[in-house]
């Protein structure tokens, strides 16, 4: 994961710990969640967006003589 090996990460999470303390690890956690599951709901949109305009036929040009 990211060029990161398992002493690393426990590195990581031990400073995070530190950092935060232990009551709010819980708190962060759902925090991030929550960002996370947004930034899919976006994309989601985003592609879906995207597919209905490169599904629909191309507009009919009107021609002038």
Same mark, same amino acid.
């Given at each position: 994961?990211? &060029?990161? +090996?398992?002493? #690393? ?6 400073? @995070?710990?530190?950092? /935060? ?11 991030? &969640?929550? +960002?996370?599951? #947004? ?6 949109? @985003?592609?879906?967006? /995207? ?15």
């Amino acid at each position: 994961m990211f &060029g990161l +090996g398992g002493q #690393e990460l426990v590195l990581i999470l031990l400073i @995070i710990l530190l950092l /935060f303390g232990a009551k709010k690890l819980p708190e962060l956690a759902r925090g991030l &969640g929550r +960002g996370m599951k #947004e930034f899919k709901k976006a994309q989601t949109e @985003i592609e879906e967006e /995207f597919n209905k305009v490169v599904e629909e036929p191309p507009a009919k040009e009107k021609t002038t003589t």
